[in-house]
T-cell receptor, first 107, second 112 residues
């Protein structure tokens, strides 16, 4: 079945440093979604990418969908302590999630 | 507030028992997903319902079952519980298709 792999599993950064998490699928995705889960919270939708090569920005967050629609990335510029949490990608229907990347930001 | 309601928030039960987790989706959402999240694990997809019908099945154990009722609320039944079933169980809903999913606060199940 469909598998979505995320790397790295954990990332510790100094506040102000950049952060990137990568998502790779074993199959071509019709779309990809990104979610953020704060510690003790529930996943919250961030964005959806549909088109090959699509790039979307939300303030300091940049999301990319690969040309082959098999991979995606989330890049955060100049991390802040409010960015702490686990970032998940999810592909297709039904929504199958990767294991997530847990981001820690050291002030 | 996502608009998705899960009850109960916490549940402690003994091994071998059976429990029912309940989910009320957002108004207008036809699709309901169930996920299991264990410590340091990702979101394991269990099952999806759409407008009362099972749409997709993931890694759901035979001891687990679910259904979606005509009013679109859903229940996840977990039976013959084992210690390893202790986890956070999330319900999510969406309008359907590839739309974004809205998650409930989760039910934390502890099996002792």
């Amino acid at each position: 079945g469909q598998q979505v792999m995320q790397i790295p599993q954990y990332q510790h950064v100094q506040e102000g440093e950049d952060f990137t998490t990568y998502c790779n699928s074993s199959t071509t995705l019709s779309n990809i979604q990104w979610y953020k889960q704060r510690p003790g919270g529930h996943p919250v939708f961030l964005i959806q990418l549909v088109k090959s090569g699509e790039v979307k920005k939300q303030k300091r967050l940049t999301f990319q969908f690969g040309e082959a629609k098999k991979n995606s990335s989330l890049h955060i510029t100049a991390t802040q302590t409010t960015d702490v949490g686990t970032y998940f990608c999810a592909g297709n229907t039904p929504l199958v999630f990767g294991k997530g990347t847990r981001l820690s930001v050291i002030a | 507030d996502s608009g998705v309601t899960q009850t109960p928030k916490h549940l402690i039960t003994a091994t071998g028992q059976r429990v029912t987790l309940r989910c009320s989706p957002r108004s207008g959402d036809l699709s309901v997903y169930w996920y299991q999240q264990s410590l340091d694990q990702g979101l394991q997809f269990l099952i999806q319902y759409y407008n009362g019908e099972e749409r997709a099945k993931g890694n759901i154990l035979e001891r687990f079952s679910a259904q979606q009722f005509p009013d679109l609320h859903s229940e996840l039944n977990l039976s013959s519980l084992e210690l390893g079933d202790s986890a956070l169980y999330f319900c999510a809903s969406s309008v359907g298709g590839a739309a974004e999913a809205f998650f409930g606060q989760g039910t934390r199940l502890t099996v002792v």
